[in-house]
T-cell receptor, first 115, second 113 residues
């Protein structure tokens, strides 16, 4: 069974440009999460989808970030326009159930560098 | 105060020794606790989860939870150089939108051969 995949693995863009990150969860996992790790800091929650619906987007930094999950399958996270402080590693995770004890499986992350 | 605190390390132990990793959390109503291992440039990988007070053992790993002290730890027995990684403590807490997973910044472990 394929794990969580993310594309691209690295992205280097200039301030003001737009970048779209993609996440493909494990097949059959209704729950999809986006996280971000800024260098030297902890991994921080951005948002959570249940199928195609946003369950919780309280971690999204501002309205320059837009996440979608069309059809409840893969998800995209768009940053527009990108700022320097958006640099970091963006992780996606998926889980089968939505419970306090359910295991989240993480993708390899997308390293975003904004110059 | 950070919600989940870990010593950033690095924690250096000789091969074969016990590595002890500690984590404290601030939300008293936190209900589930996880330890992830992350190799450099790789994704976090779940190695232990614990939900009730006491010890939980899985192979060379033992997780310990003390909810009264808001403390969770991970012991790695017979440490191997392949255990060298960053260990992330994560806590699930109920919020207004459901539950959130809150991570500590991680402790870097270095096992010397």
């Amino acid at each position: 069974e394929a794990g969580v995949t993310q594309f691209p693995s690295h992205s280097v863009i200039e301030k003001g440009q737009t970048v779209t990150l993609r996440c493909d969860p494990i097949s059959g996992h209704d729950n999809l999460y986006w996280y971000r790790r800024v260098m030297g800091k902890e991994i921080k929650f951005l948002l959570h989808f249940v199928k195609e619906s946003k369950q919780d987007e309280s971690g999204m930094p501002n309205n320059r970030f837009l996440a979608e999950r069309t059809g409840g399958t893969y998800s995209t996270l768009k940053v527009q326009p990108a700022e320097l402080e958006d640099s970091g590693v963006y992780f996606c995770a998926s889980s089968q159930d939505y419970s306090l004890t359910d295991t989240q499986y993480f993708g390899p992350g997308t390293r975003l560098t904004v110059l | 105060q950070k919600e989940v605190e870990q010593n950033s390390g690095p924690l250096s132990v000789p091969e074969g020794a016990i590595a002890s990793l500690n984590c404290t959390y601030s939300d008293r109503v936190s209900q589930s606790f996880f330890w992830y291992r992350q190799y450099s440039g790789k994704s976090p990988e779940l190695i232990m989860s614990i939900y009730s007070n006491g010890d939980k053992e899985d192979g060379r790993f033992t997780a310990q939870l003390n909810k009264a002290s808001q403390y969770v730890s991970l012991l790695i027995r017979d440490s191997q150089p392949s255990d060298s990684a960053t260990y992330l403590c994560a806590v699930n807490s109920l919020g207004t939108g459901g539950f959130k997973t809150i991570f500590g910044a991680g402790t870097r472990l270095f096992v010397k051969a």
